[in-house]
């Protein structure tokens, strides 16, 4: 998970935790293909001019996906030239942080939420949104509800 209104946001911001948030994406996005060791070094300082450092959690990335892994998280979590807005995306990051659950995301998350310009309010909705999602799915699932009536039911084919 997001906290870029400028260029300018996504240094400071990045600086102070905001990769932690994706850290959980960083450890699951390995490329198909091995990076080169210029790859990695590229990455690796593209991420120092970045964040104004290297976390350390970075470091123990396998070398081979961090190229692919960084590009994608500055193409969509870290970049203001997406369709969800910097806080939208901060916020369902949280939500899904809250549920899966991750104690990092969830720090990392907030943090960047409220950089973001989300309230407390909206944060506290955001949680209470995926446990709602959560709730149902278990009882929509577990009670085995007929899918083409669910549909149905709830107005759609």
């Known amino acids: 998970m997001s906290v870029i ?3 300018s946001t ?5 600086r102070s935790a905001s990769l932690l948030a994706a850290a959980g994406v960083l450890a699951t ?3 198909s293909a091995p990076a080169s060791a210029d790859d990695y070094d590229a990455a690796i300082k593209d991420i120092q001019s970045t ?3 290297v976390p350390g959690f970075v470091k123990q990335f396998p070398k081979a996906g961090l190229p692919g892994a960084w590009a994608e998280v500055k193409a969509i979590e870290l970049s203001d030239k997406t369709a969800l807005s910097p806080k939208v ?3 369902i990051s949280l939500a899904v942080a809250a549920q899966i659950p991750c104690s990092y995301c969830i720090w990392s998350d907030t943090e960047n939420a409220k950089r973001a310009g ?3 309010e909206e944060i506290q909705e955001a949680v209470t949104m995926t446990a709602l999602t959560r709730h149902w799915s278990t009882i929509f699932n577990g009670m ?6 669910f549909k149905k039911d709830m ?3």
């Open 89 to 91: 995306k901060s916020l």
């Open 144 to 149: 085995q509800v007929d899918l083409a009536q």
């Open 10 to 14: 996504v240094h400071s911001c990045l």
């Open 5 to 7: 209104r400028i260029v």
């Open 29 to 31: 996005m390995l490329t």
């Open 118 to 120: 989300a309230t407390d």
């Open 51 to 53: 964040m104004g450092g």
């Open 155 to 157: 107005g759609g084919e």
